[in-house]
T-cell receptor, first 113, second 111 residues
Framework: GENVEQHPSTLSVQEGDSAVIKCTYS??????FPWYKQELGKRPQLIID?????GEKKDQRIAVTLNKTAKHFSLHITETQPEDSAVYFC????????????FGTGTRLQVTL | DGGITQSPKYLFRKEGQNVTLSCEQN?????MYWYRQDPGQGLRLIYY???????QKGDIAEGYSVSREKKESFPLTVTSAQKNPTAFYLC??????????FGPGTRLTVL
């Protein structure tokens, strides 16, 4: 089955700096890679996703890059703000009628003033 | 997200008891999922269902059971066979796109 590794487990940045979270996956059949943000005690919420036919996707301050050859994908957050503080999860799955997402173990991002 | 409800929000179980967690959706999504989240860990798939009256085991199905009698509902029973059930349980749904949407979760504690 799929195995997703996520690094770092914790990340502290100053407000305004950039943050980068990296994930690697093992199953070459995976072609859908979402990123979720989870605030304390809340549900995970999708913030951005990418499919294997695309190398990069951007949405305002958030971007995701994918390297299929190396089987890794990364989340980039620019101009970080205190409200970006949360736990971020990457995931991977082959697409289909039911996507069996395999999640990374999460990165706790702390944006300090 | 607002179309997925989970109840109760908090649940306490005595050892040896079975408990059932509710997940209801009004999004008309075919696929539904149950995940378990432990502190400091990612989400692990317990069971999933692509269609009414059909479901498959995920990665950690032992000690859990589900049913899918209606499209809108996918209840999860935590049985006494699950020896360490204290966790945050999340239900998710998926429609015609690849995106999974999560409910607000149920926090289960064993007394």
């Amino acid at each position: 089955g799929e195995n997703v590794e996520q690094h770092p487990s914790t990340l502290s940045v100053q407000e305004g700096d950039s943050a980068v979270i990296k994930c690697t996956y093992s199953d070459s059949a995976s072609n859908y890679f979402p990123w979720y943000k989870q605030e304390l005690g809340k549900r995970p919420q999708l913030i951005i996703d990418i499919r294997s036919n695309v190398g990069e996707k951007k949405d305002q301050r958030i971007a995701v890059t994918l390297n299929k050859t190396a089987k890794h994908f990364s989340l980039h957050i620019t101009e970080t703000q205190p409200e970006d503080s949360a736990v971020y999860f990457c995931a991977a799955t082959p697409t289909g009628t039911a996507s069996k997402l395999t999640f990374g173990t999460g990165t706790r991002l702390q944006v300090t003033l | 997200d607002g179309g997925i409800t989970q109840s109760p929000k908090y649940l306490f179980r005595k050892e040896g008891q079975n408990v059932t967690l509710s997940c209801e959706q009004n999004l008309n999504h075919d696929a539904m999922y149950w995940y378990r989240q432990d502190p400091g860990q990612g989400l692990r798939l317990i069971y999933y269902s692509q269609i009414v009256n059909d479901f498959q085991k995920g990665d950690i199905a032992e000690g859990y059971s589900v049913s899918r009698e209606k499209k809108e509902s996918f209840p999860l029973t935590v049985t006494s066979a699950q020896k360490n059930p204290t966790a945050f349980y999340l239900c998710a749904t998926q429609g015609v796109t690849d995106t999974q949407y999560f409910g607000p979760g149920t926090r289960l504690t064993v007394l």
